[in-house]
């Protein structure tokens, strides 16, 4: 299916719930996994496989293309612009120092979604103008990203009053502290372990949703 840019730009600004995955070769379960997600309520997901080599993250983005269109959800692919294109992503996320969003957005077009990795209130402030979402975290340490250091949930709440695209918070929130995080002013999230790694990944995806509030845009 399809989407043009204001399409996915249009989805992007209804998304709270951005789930960030593996390929699950371990488990084997990837399509059965993707469709429960998705079907209790995730908007937007996300391959992310830093060692894979191309033709592999190809493979797997099509189980993932065909279970975003099942759902009407958005599908991104991290860090390779090309792959992106090859997979016929909705987005393309880049960090900070990957390649920079001015040649991401040149290699992906005007159609596609960029995102970018947010630690600081510098990286929010300097914001590409081709972005059309940031992170803000990680608002806790995580095994995801053990080598940056945790925010806290200032930045959660500085990025509620200074960011103006849609952002989402980042980093260690699972069910258990997800309320803290939208007392911060955290209207967005990220996940990978609280729900990649949850003995129901349905259950822990509405008991996120449930604390997140509506969004009125």
């Keep these: 299916m399809a989407r043009t840019g204001e399409e996915r730009r249009e989805r992007l600004h209804a998304s709270r719930l951005y789930v960030v995955t593996d390929a699950r070769e371990d488990k ?14 995730v908007d937007i997901v996300q391959l992310r496989e830093k060692n894979a080599e191309a033709g592999d993250i190809i ?30 992503a909705d987005g393309l996320h880049v960090g900070q120092n990957d390649l920079p969003a001015q040649w991401a957005r040149r290699i992906v077009g005007p159609e596609m979604i960029l995102g970018l990795s947010g630690h600081s209130p510098g990286d929010h402030d300097n914001m590409p103008v ?25 930045l959660v709440t500085r990025a509620a009053h200074k960011v103006h695209l849609p952002w989402f918070a980042i980093g260690g929130i699972d069910g258990g502290n997800v309320r803290q995080v939208v007392r911060a002013g955290g209207r967005r999230i990220v996940i990978v372990r609280a729900v990649t790694e949850a003995d129901d990944p349905v259950y822990a995806v509405k008991e996120l949703l449930s604390a997140l509030p509506k969004l009125t845009q």
């Design 130 to 154: 081709e972005v059309d979402y940031v992170t803000a975290g990680p608002v806790w340490a995580t095994p995801t990203k053990p080598d940056r250091e945790a925010t806290g949930l200032e």
């Design 28 to 41: 084997h379960d990837l399509p059965a996994f993707l469709d429960e997600i998705l079907g209790a309520g």
């Design 59 to 88: 493979r797997w983005s099509r189980v993932f293309r065909k279970a975003a269109d099942r759902h009407g959800a958005l599908f991104t692919i991290n860090d390779r612009a090309d792959v992106a294109m090859a997979c016929e």
